[in-house]
Nanobody, 128 residues
Framework: EVQLVESGGGLVQAGGSLRLSCTAS????????IGWFRQAPGKEREGISC????????YYSESVKGRFTISRDNTKNMVYLQMNSLKPDDTAVYYC?????????????????????WGQGTQVTVSS
């Protein structure tokens, strides 16, 4: 069974940095994608980044492009989200999600319905 566990959230001042980690386990193939989403109170869940486990292809939303970097370590089954220049608007619960079969994902990467498994989330709070 696929399991995802996020870690690394916390409280940081505006302009600071955090690195989130997603530990992924239970996959029977290397053909999958890991996406990062966030959800602030009263708002819809937003897709912010995605990476292919197999070839490392990445996607970013406009809201985080240039500030956040997604990466993977296949030897450890880990996906990371390095978040720099954080803003109070980045405050949210951050989730990692897995989609089996990266092929065909394309621009659908940003939609929660494209993913099959979800972690429990980790809180990120950015103070002004």
């Amino acid at each position: 069974e696929v399991q995802l566990v996020e870690s690394g959230g916390g409280l940081v001042q505006a302009g600071g940095s955090l690195r989130l980690s997603c530990t992924a386990s239970g996959f029977t193939s290397d053909d999958y994608a890991i996406g990062w989403f966030r959800q602030a109170p009263g708002k819809e869940r937003e897709g912010i980044s995605c990476i292919s486990r197999r070839d490392g292809s990445t996607y970013y939303s406009e809201s985080v492009k240039g500030r956040f970097t997604i990466s993977r370590d296949n030897t450890k089954n880990m996906v990371y989200l390095q978040m720099n220049s954080l803003k109070p608007d980045d405050t949210a619960v951050y989730y990692c999600a897995a989609r089996l079969m990266y092929y065909g994902l394309g621009l659908l990467w940003k939609y929660p319905r494209s993913y099959d498994y979800w972690g429990q989330g980790t809180q990120v709070t950015v103070s002004s």
